[in-house]
């Protein structure tokens, strides 16, 4: 289950990931890496958004839906 915003992690992020559903495949890398970078720069309104708990801070995890893509472009 996805976890809500959360300022307190969201300062000791030291990773991001972004998970890309497979209908995403045919976009070009260039294409996703902006999406990319456009979601975790708000990581508030994504929809899917987790942070998942390494040893020297958190990954802030989100995984791409349809709306993100929407809201971004």
Same mark, same amino acid.
């Given at each position: 289950?996805?976890? %809500?915003?959360?300022? =307190?992690?969201?300062?000791?992020?030291?990773?991001?990931?972004?998970?890309?559903?497979?209908? =995403?495949?045919?976009?070009?890398?260039?294409?996703? +890496?902006?999406? %990319? !970078? !456009?979601?975790? %720069?708000?990581?508030?309104?994504?929809?899917?958004? +987790? =942070?998942? !708990?390494?040893?020297?801070?958190?990954?802030?995890?989100?995984?791409?839906?349809?709306? +993100?893509?929407? !809201?971004?472009?």
């Amino acid at each position: 289950m996805a976890n %809500a915003y959360d300022p =307190y992690r969201e300062a000791l992020v030291v990773e991001e990931n972004t998970i890309w559903p497979d209908e =995403y495949d045919a976009w070009d890398e260039a294409q996703r +890496d902006d999406v %990319a !970078r !456009r979601l975790h %720069a708000q990581p508030q309104a994504a929809a899917n958004l +987790d =942070y998942v !708990r390494l040893h020297t801070g958190f990954c802030r995890q989100i995984v791409v839906t349809p709306e +993100d893509i929407e !809201r971004v472009q």
